[in-house]
C-alpha cells in the first residue's frame, strides 16, 4: 500500500520465474497479498497466479489492482486501505466467504516515503508506523482463526535491510521494520502449535517502478552496487521467488525465520 501515488517511470521487465519451478502443493491454494497492486506486490501476485492459486489483491491504487485482477488469472482486487483496521478485518471476512478460506497471507504492503527526523510530529509518527507495522498484526489477526481451525496456513510478513543498515531520513520506516523481525518471532510461537507458519522476507535494494519514479538516482544505484556481494539488479521477481517457497509445503519446516534477499548488502 503506497501512501502517494508513484511516478509512472519504465521499470525493467523482471525475470521470467523458471519453468521447472512448480509448486504442486500451491495449487488451488486461496492466497491473499497486502499492497499487491503494484511493485513487488504484483509481482508476486503474477508468481501466485502462475502456480495456479486463487489470489486476492488488496490496496488503495484502484486503477493498478483493477488492471491486475483484470490480467492475471484467478485474481482479484480488494479496495482496502490498511490503515483500517475495522475495514481490513472486514475485507478479509469477505474474503474468506467468497474464497472458503484463506490458505496463506503475505503481508507486503508498505510505504518507505522519506521524513526529515527533525520535523516528524506525533500524528505522522503514528501513520508511519500503521502503514508498515500495525496492518502486519491485525491482518495476521484476522486469518488466524480460520488457519488455526484447518491446522495449517503459512503467514508472510516483510521487514526491510534499511532499519540493518540505518538508513537516515526515513526513521518510522526503519522503526516499523525492526519491529517485524520481534512480530515474526511471537506470532511463529503463538501459531506454530496449531500448525501455522510465519516467516518474514527482508528484501534490500530491489528495482521498482516506485523506486525509479521518486528517489533511486544512478549514484544511490552505484552505491548499492558497490556494497552488495553479487553484483546483480534485484528485481521484485527475487522476492517473488522466495514467497512461493514460504507459501508451499516445501517449507513446512520453516518457521520464525528470516529470508533476507538483498545480493550480500548486509
Known amino acids: 500500500m503506497a501512501s502517494v501515488p508513484h511516478k509512472d517511470h519504465p521499470v525493467p521487465s523482471p525475470p521470467a520465474l523458471p519453468a521447472a519451478v512448480s509448486y504442486r502443493s500451491l495449487r488451488g491454494r486461496r492466497v491473499v497479498i497486502t499492497g499487491g497492486a503494484t511493485g513487488i506486490g504484483a509481482a508476486m501476485a503474477g508468481a501466485f497466479a502462475a502456480q495456479g492459486c486463487n489470489v486476492h489483491v488488496l490496496d488503495i491504487q484502484h486503477e493498478a489492482g483493477g488492471l491486475l485482477a483484470d490480467t492475471l488469472p484467478h485474481t482479484a482486487y480488494h479496495a482496502c486501505d490498511l490503515r483500517d483496521v475495522a475495514v481490513l478485518r472486514r475485507t478479509v471476512r469477505d474474503i474468506e466467504g467468497i ?27 503514528r501513520d508511519r508506523l500503521a502503514v508498515n507495522l500495525d496492518h502486519q498484526f491485525f491482518a495476521t489477526q484476522a486469518v488466524a482463526q480460520g488457519m488455526r481451525a484447518r491446522a495449517r496456513g503459512s503467514i508472510i510478513l516483510f521487514s526491510s ?11 518510522g520506516y526503519t522503526t516499523a521494520k525492526a519491529a517485524v523481525i520481534g512480530l515474526t518471532k511471537t506470532l511463529a510461537r503463538e501459531l506454530g502449535s ?4 510465519v516467516n518474514c522476507i527482508v528484501p534490500g535494494a530491489i528495482v521498482t517502478e516506485r523506486q525509479l519514479g521518486l528517489w533511486r538516482t544512478p549514484e ?3 552505491e548499492f552496487m558497490a556494497s552488495q556481494a553479487l553484483k546483480l539488479r534485484l528485481q521484485a521477481s527475487h ?28
Open 99 to 125: 474464497a472458503g478460506g484463506i490458505d496463506v497471507l503475505v503481508n507486503n504492503a508498505a510505504s518507505d516515503e522519506r521524513h526529515a527526523f527533525d520535523e516528524v510530529e506525533p500524528e505522522q509518527w
Open 161 to 171: 535491510t534499511s532499519w540493518i543498515k540505518g538508513r537516515p531520513g526515513m526513521v
Open 194 to 197: 496449531d500448525g501455522v507458519r
Open 220 to 222: 544511490m544505484e552505484a
Open 239 to 266: 522476492v517473488a521467488s522466495v514467497a512461493l517457497f514460504l507459501a508451499s509445503d516445501e517449507a513446512a519446516g520453516c518457521t520464525g525465520a528470516q529470508f533476507v534477499v538483498d545480493a550480500g548488502l548486509t
